[in-house]
């Protein structure tokens, strides 16, 4: 019976060719990271902590990169309606990289009640690798717009980097910080 011969060949052949691809993809790694947020609101200074998850999926010749907010930060002491917030942050870009990247996202789709923590959507940008190496994202400021005032929240427990990627720069290694998307090459 050479079929069941053939079939284990087959298959060995199959998970050799699947190691071989899932090595060619680049390295990554993420974790969700608890963000100290001090918030300087029209009202006063107000702390939230949300656990951060920052994800990145190779887009074009560069990396789309998506943060989550998975509890509310902030709050106001008025109902703000659909469309009333919108939300905006930046990226610290660390490792191989430096500089920021900027990340926005679509204003509340629901109205937020007066008093509760304000639910931020996932904020998404693009990153283009300038050097080859590992880079890190770690959350930077947040910035709430709503009814015609400004919210910036900013990490106090110097958090650790929520994703790690293994990045080559189109044409190889070159200087420079982070590009497209609103970034901005600058310190952190």
Not at 160 to 185: E, I
């Amino acid at each position: 019976m050479p079929y069941p011969k053939r079939t284990a060949a087959l298959a060995s052949a199959a998970a050799l060719a699947g190691s071989a691809v899932l090595s060619a993809a680049p390295a990554a790694h993420a974790d969700v990271v608890d963000v100290n947020y001090r918030c300087q609101t029209p009202i006063g200074v107000k702390s939230a902590v949300s656990p951060i998850d920052i994800k990145g999926v190779e887009s074009g010749g560069g990396y789309r990169i998506t943060m989550s907010w998975q509890k509310g930060v902030s709050s106001s002491p008025v109902e703000l309606g659909k469309g009333a917030m919108s939300p905006s942050a930046t990226i610290k870009l660390g490792g191989a990289d430096s500089g920021t990247l900027a990340v926005s996202g679509p204003a509340n789709s629901a109205a937020i009640p007066a008093d509760t923590p304000i639910k931020i959507s996932d904020l998404s940008g693009t990153y283009t690798p300038k050097r080859t190496g590992k880079v890190t994202f770690t959350a930077g400021t947040l910035t709430i717009k709503a009814l015609g005032t400004t919210t910036n929240c900013t990490p106090t427990n110097n958090p650790g980097a929520s994703l790690t990627l293994d990045v080559t720069a189109p044409g190889g290694t070159s200087s420079g910080g982070s590009s497209s998307g609103g970034a901005s090459s600058g310190g952190s």
